[in-house]
């Protein structure tokens, strides 16, 4: 309720929006032109070659903050430019709070995986499975990474096609954690392919629907993912309050549910960056960090109390 409370706060407090964009005044394009015309690719700072920004994307930064600031000194709305808010550039990088916290969600799965390595026994059945979990994790922090540090065609449709990707692995992971064991914890072969075709044939539509031969279709991405996670957060709920009583990191999968259900109100939220540096998308990335804290917590302590109970058995 917190998040929510600074959100509309927040929404409270900064200076009212136009929903036109600002790329489409004449202001705007005046200064595009006249800046192109001095503008030379090679004196441009490394840090920017290096991001891939050259003198169009540039003189647009430059045009879009020049006019943003005398706005502000106006008290007037803040326009976006190209369908986006104006962020305030850091070492070259076009979103740097997002670029920070992607970063260190990165660096949580990271410790997540290295937890998991050094805790659960490779023989452990879902040991492989999660383990290729957290690989693909580290790769979607990375893409998100690159997108927010310098937006593309190309970086976009990997950031969004990453982060579904995730969500429909989570729910494959899901899917063979609570079903199809025999009396040693086995995971039935079968499964992996029973839950593991249908979702790879849904990952190629997904992608193809996406925008790798037409323009991204937004709309249609929030209600897939929104659709997908909402599958597995209701296996989880259901199979958590199902062995609530001698599972006891099971706690920890539903603070997970209850906490990033929470967090993605920061993503309804569509406010100028504050500072020119926190948007809402910035803040969701900041909220996922002790999320995916906790979510790595009880994947390992899982994992263990599993793999000891089936000794057990064995033994």
């Known amino acids: 309720m917190r998040s929510l409370s600074v959100l509309l ?36 700072d490394f840090s920017l070659k290096l991001f891939g920004w050259d ?63 050094s805790r659960v ?23 998100s990474f690159i997108y927010h540090a310098k937006e593309t065609m190309l970086t976009e449709i990997l950031d969004y096609l990453g982060a579904s990707t995730m969500v429909m692995m989570s729910l494959y992971c899901m899917l063979l954690r609570i079903s199809g064991r025999d009396q040693f914890g086995k995971i039935k072969n079968k499964l992996n392919y029973k839950y593991g075709i249908p979702i790879f044939i849904l990952f190629l539509y997904h992608s193809y629907n996406l925008g790798f031969y037409k323009k991204i279709d937004y709309g249609y991405n929030m209600r897939f993912n ?39 109100l920061l993503e309804l939220g569509d406010f100028p960056p504050i500072w020119g540096v926190f948007d809402a998308h910035a803040l969701w990335h900041a909220a996922t960090i002790p999320i995916t804290k906790i979510w790595w917590d009880f994947i390992v302590e899982d994992c263990v109390y599993e793999y000891l109970r089936y000794k057990r058995k064995v033994v």
């Open 121 to 143: 026994p490779t023989t452990y059945n879902l040991f492989h499975t999660w383990l290729g979990y957290g690989i693909l994790g580290l790769i979607v922090w990375f893409l």
């Open 226 to 264: 929104i659709c997908i996670a909402t599958i597995h957060h209701s296996l989880l709920l259901g199979w958590g309050l199902w062995n609530w009583s001698h599972r006891p990191h099971i706690k920890k999968a539903v603070w997970v549910i209850v906490l990033s259900t929470m967090a993605v």
């Open 55 to 117: 003198c169009l994307s540039n003189c647009q930064y430059e045009c879009s903050m020049e006019i943003t600031e005398e706005r502000i000194k106006q008290r007037k709305p803040i326009l976006q430019y190209h369908g986006r808010w104006p962020f305030k550039r850091y070492f070259g990088m076009q979103e740097p709070a997002s670029v920070f916290f992607s970063l260190a969600n990165g660096f949580t799965v990271f410790l997540g995986v290295t937890n998991l390595l």
């Open 9 to 44: 706060l927040c929404a409270l407090t900064i200076l009212p929006v136009l929903s036109s964009y600002g790329d489409s005044t004449q202001e705007y394009r005046d200064c595009v032109i006249r800046r192109m015309r001095s503008c030379n690719y090679e004196n441009l």
